[in-house]
């Protein structure tokens, strides 16, 4: 067989992840959940009145952290409620949206740790990287990256393990990417190239739909046509990081058992990787 | 059938795929004889429920086993455990190529979890003066 291209590869992987969601529609409720979930932690730290009383300055590097470390669990708990119903979609069974969260809610401790310690390492890296020049940031950049690699398995690792201990979730994040594929990774690809090429073509998209707005439309034309702009970029961004995330249930399970799942080829899973040129 | 799934989990992050896990668990049931021959092997869709793992995981287990002349598969009525005689049409070559390929899951293994090799040959040492 022909060894196929970075975009072609992307692309059969991408469509892979698009049967398993097509199949199994129920899915899209999770990131929708989870997008509720963002605007109504927005509106409880943002809205009216969180700072009518004292100086914002004093309040706001606390708050930026609580938000933050609330949108982490409440991201991470969606993610292991949708990836376990993916791993069993992969298996040909029907999905469940109460049975993900019921497994969630069992696996809280988990969640809750992971969440803590994903956050403040996130936190760490952004706030560490402020305060360095040029090398500094460099290599806070990197290290970053090689934070991203090798946690890249952990919410599936959550599914598969009993342990709520952070180090060790991630430690078998980082030791079944390894075993697979050596030490010269140097990122994370996933389905990236079709994500780009989807955005690239959503762009042309909105400067076409600009072209059309007329002056003699008055401003209630552009409102529709911002509000169009907007919701189209939320679907699609669902939709992709959906993708990836079925993508990436599917690699971990290639990783661990050996077998990439139907309707993954097993021969394209290595292209989802960035991989050092020797 | 039900002896052979109890007790039995798989480990995802020992470094061994989960396939090959079940190809030497059945492997080694069928040696020591606790898969008799002629006997049952559970469903792909039973072990795949049992052990929590991908079907596709299971099905490719089955198949490599069978290509070893460890099982046959009929269509329609599942997997069994391949007679003696149909396992001894090894050649002594492939026999060796064999327990080279065990004795390198087995360090794999033993690796994984900090056993060191020495240690392994001391233990069968020790059983084979038992034996």
Known sequence: ?278 | MDALIKDWTVEFHSGIPVYRQIMNHVAEAIARGALAEGAQLPTIRMLHQALKVNPNTVAKAYRELEHMGLISSQRGSGSFVAPAQERAVLSTKEKKARINALFARMTAEAKAYGIQVEEIVTHISRRKSHA
């Open chain 1, 1 to 278: 067989m022909p060894e196929k291209g970075a975009l072609a590869r992307s692309w059969s992987l991408m469509e892979a992840s698009w049967e398993i969601l097509l199949k199994n529609k129920i899915l899209m409720i999770y990131p929708l959940v989870s997008l509720a979930f963002t605007a109504a932690i927005a509106s409880f730290f943002f809205g009216p009145g969180v700072w009518a009383e004292e100086d914002p300055a004093l309040h706001s590097q606390p708050l930026m952290i609580a938000f933050y470390l609330v949108m982490m669990f409440g991201f991470t708990f969606t993610s292991v409620a949708f990836c376990h119903e993916v791993m069993i979609a992969f298996s040909g069974e029907a999905v469940s949206v109460r049975r993900g969260f019921a497994f969630a809610r069992r696996r809280i401790k988990a969640i809750l740790l992971w969440s803590l310690f994903a956050g403040l390492v996130g936190l760490l890296i952004r706030n560490l990287e402020q305060r360095f020049g040029i090398v500094g940031k460099i290599v806070l950049r990197l290290t970053g990256v090689v934070w991203s690699v090798a946690s890249v398995f952990a919410i599936q690792v959550m599914i598969r393990e009993e342990s709520a201990n952070p180090l060790e979730l991630l430690r078998k994040s980082s030791t079944t990417l390894r075993r697979n594929w050596k030490d010269n990774l140097v990122g994370y690809v996933g389905i990236g190239v079709v994500s780009a090429v989807i955005v690239g073509a959503f762009l042309v998209a909105v400067f076409v739909g600009i072209s059309f707005v007329k002056p003699e439309m008055g401003p209630r034309g552009g409102i529709a046509l911002n509000v169009t702009i907007g919701l189209l970029f939320l679907v699609a961004m669902v939709l992709a990081s959906s993708l990836d995330s079925i993508f990436r249930c599917a690699l971990y399970i290639y990783a661990s058992e050996g077998v990439a799942p139907a309707p993954y080829d097993s021969n394209l899973m290595d292209g989802a990787w960035k991989v050092k040129k020797s």
